[in-house]
């Protein structure tokens, strides 16, 4: 009978478009320079894993766990975190692409999202409080009916954030930046 989890391995240079990553939980592994794209997660759950120069562009997550999970310069445009298993999703992005992905309702406090590219993200109905944006391109990325209590936006830029539509208390930002908490309001700024 096969092991239901693999624990402290290193996976390098594998394109697993070709081949599927077995249904199981990984616990403490490194992923490094691996393609995922358009592959399906669905049944897997990742424990305390490190995703590095990752290609994981398109890739299905219904039904994929992420605990304590970070992703370095990893290729995400595209990814869907609407459906992934709500147990537990704590996820951490460093350097990565994450332009046009989707995270509906994802529950993401206090997650870190340092030098990365959102552009076209879509945060709708999501819980960020406390979440820090260090360093982010936020061009045309959509914030509606989400939680940015507390949350960090002091180092990143091109964000447009409707006050009235976000719950923003407490939200800390920086000059000149701040200004896109105005753009839905169509008034000239001298």
Not at 8 to 28: A, P, S, V, W
Not at 61 to 72: A, N, R
Not at 79 to 97: M, P, R, T
Not at 140 to 165: C, G, H, K, M, Q
């Amino acid at each position: 009978m096969e092991n239901e989890y693999t624990e402290g391995e290193n996976f390098n240079r594998i394109d697993y478009t070709d081949r599927n990553l077995l249904k199981r939980e990984y616990l403490n592994c490194s992923f490094r320079n691996c393609d995922f794209s358009n592959l399906t997660l669905s049944g897997i759950r990742f424990d305390t894993c490190t995703f590095s120069g990752c290609n994981m562009s398109m890739t299905n997550l219904v039904d994929t766990g992420l605990q304590d999970t970070e992703f370095k310069g990893c290729k995400m445009v595209g990814l869907n975190f609407e459906n992934y298993s709500y147990f537990g999703l704590s996820v951490h992005f460093d350097g990565c692409n994450l332009n046009h992905a989707s995270f509906y309702k994802a529950q993401l406090q206090k997650t870190l999202f340092v030098d990365s590219t959102l552009q076209e993200a879509i945060f709708s109905g999501c819980n960020l409080r406390k979440s820090t944006f260090k360093g982010c391109n936020l061009d045309r990325t959509i914030f509606e009916d989400t939680v940015l209590e507390e949350a960090d936006f002091r180092t990143s830029y091109n964000y447009s954030i409707n006050p009235v539509n976000n719950r923003i208390k407490k939200a800390k930002f920086s000059l000149p930046e701040v200004i896109g908490l105005l753009d839905t309001y169509d008034i000239t700024i001298d």
